[in-house]
Structure formats: structure tokens, C-alpha cells
């Protein structure tokens, strides 16, 4: 017979066992979160617009926006979609050599907007391998229009910033799905990510 114990047993569906469900998700909300909300105020910091985060909340719809870039994402553990939208008038002023060609303002936008949420991606990219996960980056996708209203996937998770500029408000969401049980944080043997690699993605507008 086993020895009695009154040590609580911890359960699968226990929320306050040590990553039940529920502090898998919270763990990996917060890290997305983190990557998310560093990431658009990194790059768009870099392009001469600093962001000021007036909401963060998850959001299923864009209104109001003439600007967007949407970009996919892969790994075994996870996959998603990364969605920035802003204003035509906030991507032309942070687009390198914006007015010095002979290309159309909505042309120049809708290449520029892509090449954002790329290069945003990248930084979410490499936030997550410093948590051992390593995505895969499709294609981006820009738009551009009136008004432009879009929908979230609901069965996904949504991660969301909005955020003011004095050119501007971007808001940037995260659409994540992941596998059941994944743990962000980075195996002890995992090598770091490069210290600076966040710096080495360079994109220009197409001439």
C-alpha cells in the first residue's frame, strides 16, 4: 500500500499545476505579447515614427485603415498570421527614397507596407528561437484601399497593439495557432540567438 500523503496532486486540467493548460497559455500569451509589442516599436522606431502603445487587447476587426500588409507564418509547434495596418500617408513617410522616383504614392505604399510586416516578422522571428521555436516566413501580402475592414480567424488566438504616433496610428495583431503542450521557453542546450541578428534584415522599396 502507498503511504498516505496530504500533498496536493496536481491534474492535467488543474490551473494552478506548474504548466497545466491554462499556465501554458498564460506563459505564451505574455511572450507574444512581448514580441509583438517590442517588435512594431522597434522597426517602426528605426523608420522615424515612435509608437505609444493606447490599447492592447484582442481584436477582431481593422477599420478605418488604408495600409496593410499581411504575412504568414510556420513551424511544427506553431503557425499563424501577422497583420500591421496603418494609414498610406504614416507608411510613405517611414519608406526610404519615397518621392524620389517616377513610381505612383499607392505603388510605393503597397511594396512598403509588405516589406514592414516582414521585416516586423523577423524580429518576432528571432524573439521566438530565443525561446526555442523557429518559424518559417511565407510571402507577404499588401493592401491597400479605403477604409479597409478585416476580419480575424476566431478559432485562433489573437494577439493585439494599437498604438498612436504623431504621423499616425498602426495597429498589428498576431492570429497563433499552436500545438496542444507548447512550452515557450529555450531548452538549456539551445544555442542564443546572435546578439544584433535583429539588425541585419535591410528591405527597400522596390525602384
Known sequence: MSPRTDE??????????????QVLKRHSDAVLDDA???????????YGVDLTVVESRPVLRIDAHDAVGVIGFNSPEMRGTLVVATTM????CT???MGRRATPLRDRVRDWIGELSNVLLGRIKIALMRQGVTIGLSTPVALTGESL??????RSRTRAFDFTSAQGGVRVWLEVET??????????????APEGSDCELLLFCKK
Open 8 to 21: 496536493p496532486v496536481a491534474r492535467p486540467d488543474d490551473a494552478s499545476a506548474p504548466w497545466s493548460p
Open 36 to 46: 509583438l509589442r517590442t517588435a512594431a516599436e522597434g522597426v517602426f522606431s528605426h
Open 89 to 92: 500617408g504614416l507608411v510613405a
Open 95 to 97: 519608406c526610404p527614397e
Open 149 to 154: 475592414r478585416l476580419g480575424a480567424v476566431k
Open 179 to 192: 500545438e496542444p503542450g507548447l512550452r515557450l521557453g529555450a531548452p538549456p542546450d539551445s544555442p542564443p
